[in-house]
Each structure stands twice: as C-alpha cells, then as structure tokens.
C-alpha cells in the first residue's frame, strides 16, 4: 500500500510455503512457484516468516514484488538475531544489515516490520528505549513502519507504552493465544495477529468470532479503538483514520487462509 494512500485495512496470514494448504487452500496440480501468485489474490498482505530466521536476497524481494498484484502488501519479520539477545542495545549491527539487505526491492509493497521478542523476554525501560531508537525511519528513501511483538506480562506498562509512542512503533495485539492481549494504539497504523483458528470450525473462527474482528478492525481504521479489547492506557483517537495489518497466525494453520478471506469478504 503506498505510504501516501488513504487508511486501509490488509488482511493475510503468515507465509504462502505450507503443504497442507495444497488442495484445501491451493487449488490441486497448481506449481509450488505460483502458490504466491495464488496467495496474493486471493488476500491483501502476508507476513514473510523467513526472514526471522536469515537473510534474504535483493532478487527475491524484487522478484515477490513483480509476482503480487497493485495494492499488496507484505509485512516482515525482523531478524531473530537482533532481538534474541539480552543486551538489545547491542542490536545495531544486525538491524541495518537487514534493513539495507534488499527489502527496498519491496517498493511501494512493502508494510510493516514486525521484531518478535522471546517470552522470556521481560521490560527493561533504558535498554528497550535504546533498541527503539537503532530502528531507522527509511531506507533508500522508502518510509519505514516498525512494530514490536512481546510477549511478557511485564510490557504491561504506561512507560513501555509511552515510549512506542515516542518513536511511533506499534505493538503487536496478539489475538485469542497464550500471550498477553494488549491492545494500546501507539502508533499511526495497527497490527494485529490472531492466533484462535481451531479445527471444528470449517472457517477457522466462529462466524460471530470472524464479525468480531471485522468490527474490531473497522474501528481501529476509522481512528477509534474496539471497546472489547484491554488497554494499559487510554485510547486517543485519529480522526484521519489508520492503516490496519491484521494476520490469521498459528492456531489450526490448514483454516488460516480461509480466516482471512472470511474476513476480507465481511471488510468488503
């Protein structure tokens, strides 16, 4: 979605590469090398998983560029060895080797990156702060959207939340899983990643589950926050609205994509 676009709401799952999707998502006989050409159809974004765990090449982020239509969007996950460390000041080195490593090849494609800490991983105020301020603002004069995903109860804090604020980084709402559910607006879009998708329901979620988070997701885009979503502070509104990343992840993976375009098909 390009950075100048009207607030909007992207909705995807988590990776195209899963072979149980083929023949429940992925129609049969179709190439594995045109699964994300399928993918991007049929939903708005997809957070790309592997680039937590290494690095990519400028032509594969060129080459997912060309093979998604106009208005796709691809989020990414920060590299794992930026945050899985315990002094994150020290993360410099790893977040611009990732952040200048070809993921500009996204273009106007590219969404927000998501950094996943450990749920170990407990609030430190200084040494937080300074691993917010190594996140740059752009590349190659590509504007940079940045999202923290933690995992610890101790992150339920107005300091923490005042500091993403600072910085304009979004927190991860991790929907209907394990992990603490903190759903503070401080940033200037929303990312959300729900985790809930069950085996008995042939769509994943509970039809009144899926209306749920359509309505959730609206309201976060007109610039309001759902009143059925816990907070650590209160919810100051955007009247211009937000941009909204939300994901069907984990749970009963083989349902995920049909969650989402359940989803997309209600945001109509």
Known sequence: MPQDAAPGIRIGIGGW??????????PEGLAQKRELEYASRKLTSIEINGTFYGSQKPESFARWREETPEGFVFALKGPRFATNRRVLAEAGESIERFV?????????????????F????????????AFLALLPKSVDGLALRHVVEVRHDSFRSPDFMALLREHEVALVVAGDSKYPQIADVTAPFVYA???????????GYAPAALDAWAERARAWAA????????TVTR?????QGRDVYLYVISGHKVANPAAAMALIERLA
Not at 118 to 128: L, M, Q, R, S, W
Not at 193 to 203: A, H
């Open 193 to 203: 990643r729900i985790m809930g998708t069950s085996e008995g329901e042939d769509l």
């Open 223 to 230: 610039g309001g926050a759902p009143d059925d979503l816990e």
């Open 17 to 26: 590469t899963y072979e149980p999707w083929r023949g429940t998502f992925y």
């Open 235 to 239: 919810h100051v509104a955007a009247p």
């Open 118 to 129: 450990a749920p170990t991983k407990k609030f430190d105020p200084d040494d937080f702060a």
């Open 100 to 116: 200048t490593g070809g993921l500009a090849e996204l273009r106007e494609k590219l969404g927000p990156i998501n950094w996943q």
